[in-house]
């Protein structure tokens, strides 16, 4: 049973950074992963997307140059790095995979249908 595992949420003030983690039970090395958020009463929206073949990265505008995804070396484990962090950044945060391989240098999609495993969540919570 494939399984990703949520952990790095937290309550934190306006400017704070806090380092979300995946834990996953595949090796994602030639798939499109992504960290999602849904805050209450919003569609889920994909934040962060990763080619892991080749490491090309997608963001939100909203979180360009403050959010920042990777994996580690032995694609299991994926990352979001989160600076200057705003109060509209409350969230649930999922982490998600897309299990069909990509090619290298393939742009994912931010779109959620795309990506068929998922964890169950980090909460997030920025206040001012």
């Known amino acids: 049973q494939v399984q990703l595992v949520e952990s790095g949420g937290g309550s934190v003030q306006t400017g704070g950074s806090l380092r979300l983690s995946c834990r996953t039970s595949?090796?994602?090395?030639?798939?499109?992963m992504g960290w999602f958020r849904q805050a209450p009463g919003k569609e889920r929206e994909g934040v962060a997307i990763?080619?892991?073949?080749?490491?090309?990265?997608i963001y939100a505008d909203s979180v360009k140059g403050r959010f920042t995804i990777s994996q580690d070396n032995a694609k299991t484990t994926l990352y979001l790095q989160m600076n200057s962090l705003k109060p509209e950044d409350t969230a649930m945060y999922y982490c998600?995979?897309?299990?069909?391989?990509?090619?290298?240098?393939?742009?994912?999609?931010?779109?959620?249908?795309?990506?068929?495993?998922w964890g169950q969540g980090t909460q997030v919570t920025v206040s001012s």
């Open positions: 998600a995979a897309d299990p069909r391989t990509k090619s290298y240098g393939y742009v994912c999609p931010r779109a959620r249908d795309r990506y068929d495993h």
């Open positions: 595949e090796h994602y090395s030639r798939n499109c």
């Open positions: 990763i080619n892991t073949f080749g490491g090309g990265t």
